[in-house]
């Protein structure tokens, strides 16, 4: 059997993902009007791994709860590629294709992300492509990728379901990264002039805080020498966060956006219970570490000016996110092909104010995020809606299929030469090690 040259293989996937076009927008459209937060995916997941079968690949599912993955095999041996997608939404009742239960909404573009990765499928299982490919590729529906809910996922790691809140967290404890050597992801932009695709930029490091503050309450009028006021303690914490700004690293890239969840229950008694949620966000884990310390001991000033507790609750959230160049590049080069050198932008090395379990990838293996501007509105608010099918669907199933050709075509040759000499940043062990050592919780003072 004659094997076909790399550019016959890209051509017959784009030709069979073309065919596939209004199958592949439908699916985009169904998750759109569906939507579902994380680890509560389920019909989603179910769509999901349908659509799987209707392939002839054999999905493996609630992986996490309602993750889902499969594996497309080449003619022969080699290593495997992951094409990623993110099954959750956020939440906001604003939203035009919000469900009005629960407020759940694709304003953050995760149901073109599964379209595109089904959409790469389609096109490299139906074309053929793969029996002249050498190695695999892992198609992964994950759970949970935006970190709200911060309650119910504690409450599901009390309940020993989850350890980590992010579903590529959990897929990582649980193994499933195991068999991939190299990860692709895509994500949704806004429109920015001519541009309609590229690759971004370095992204935030997080953790999360649940913050607690309390006091003594007594009548705001009669009696308030009596009390100890949990909310004036909780701003002066929060003042005394904002006085530490100046003393971050500029390359570090900070950021630190606290909410006051609970401010007291009426207005004629002190307040005695205040709770605070934020994220310290930093462009690396030694600056997040950092700052990170710097507001614990900002909070705990508050309490101690004020005679107050306050309780802080650490959650790991996501590493940063750094894009693999040699991965970047395969991809550029495609989504030149398809888009032209105007319409491409990156990848870029400056730092963005993102955050996104992509990184946590990226620091075990290659890893690559790419994105498609085919988006009018601003991301996560109710504007944020689809202009260009072709461009958030079509084009981003085709370049993500023509990188896995790339990749797999003559031996593999590519993602040998990408995978020789590759060290990641952690080993699978360490990195569990570093996020198991942000869960902390400290009470001030001391009881």
């Known amino acids: 059997m004659t094997t076909p040259s790399k550019q016959a293989l890209k051509d017959a996937v784009c030709a069979a993902i073309e065919t596939r076009r209004d199958k592949i927008i439908k699916l985009g459209q169904t998750i759109l009007e569906n939507p579902e937060v994380g680890f509560k995916e389920v019909e989603t997941a179910h769509l999901v791994a349908e659509a799987m079968r209707g392939l002839g690949l054999e999905p493996?599912?609630?992986?996490?709860?309602?993750?889902?993955?499969?594996?497309?095999?080449?003619?022969?041996s080699g290593p495997t590629v992951a094409i990623l997608g993110e099954m959750d939404a956020l939440i906001n009742y604003e939203y035009p294709f919000a469900d009005p239960t629960t407020g759940a909404a694709h304003c953050c573009g995760h149901h073109a992300q599964i379209a595109s990765m089904l959409g790469a499928a389609m096109g490299l299982i139906e074309s053929g492509a793969m029996k002249h490919l050498a190695g695999s590729v892992a198609f992964m529906a994950v759970p949970a990728e935006e970190f709200i809910e911060l309650d119910y996922r504690l409450s599901l790691r009390k309940r020993g379901q989850i350890e980590f809140l992010g579903g590529k967290q959990e897929w990582i404890r649980l193994g499933e990264f195991d068999d991939v050597d190299l990860a692709m992801i895509t994500h949704s932009a806004p429109v920015e002039g001519e541009v309609k695709m590229g690759i971004g930029g370095r992204g935030l490091a997080f953790v999360a805080k649940h913050i607690r503050y309390q006091g003594q309450t007594a009548?705001?009028?009669?009696?308030?020498?009596?009390?100890?006021?949990?909310?004036?303690?909780?701003?002066?914490?929060?003042?005394?966060?904002?006085?530490?700004?100046?003393?971050?690293?500029?390359?570090?890239?900070?950021?630190?956006?606290?909410?006051?969840t609970r401010g007291g229950d009426v207005v004629n008694a002190v307040p005695e219970d205040v709770t605070i949620e934020t994220y310290v966000r930093a462009a690396t884990t030694d600056g997040l570490l950092d700052a990170n310390h710097k507001v614990d001991r900002a909070l705990q000033a508050g309490a101690m000016a004020l005679g107050a507790q306050v309780r802080i609750e650490n959650v790991p959230g996501y590493l940063p996110i750094n894009n693999d160049l040699q991965l970047s590049t395969l991809f550029k080069a495609n989504g030149l092909a398809l888009v032209g050198e105007e319409a491409f932008e990156g990848p870029m090395d400056k730092v963005e104010g993102v955050s996104g379990d992509i990184g946590d990838v990226g620091h075990i293996m290659p890893a690559m995020l790419a994105f498609a501007r085919g988006w009018t509105g601003h991301a996560h608010t109710a504007s944020y809606l689809i202009q260009d099918k072709e461009v958030a669907y079509i084009l981003l199933a085709k370049a993500l299929a023509m990188t896995v050709v790339d990749l797999l075509w003559n031996e593999a040759h590519a993602a040998r030469n990408l995978l020789d000499g590759y060290v990641p940043r952690m080993t699978r062990q360490e990195y569990l090690g570093f996020l198991r050592g942000l869960f902390q919780e400290s009470v001030f003072p001391a009881q």
């Open 60 to 76: 493996r599912e609630r992986l996490a709860l309602t993750g889902v993955k499969a594996i497309a095999r080449g003619g022969n």
């Open 219 to 260: 009548h705001a009028a009669l009696a308030p020498h009596e009390a100890v006021n949990a909310l004036n303690a909780a701003l002066l914490g929060l003042m005394a966060i904002h006085a530490q700004r100046e003393t971050f690293i500029e390359q570090e890239h900070v950021r630190i956006h606290p909410i006051i």
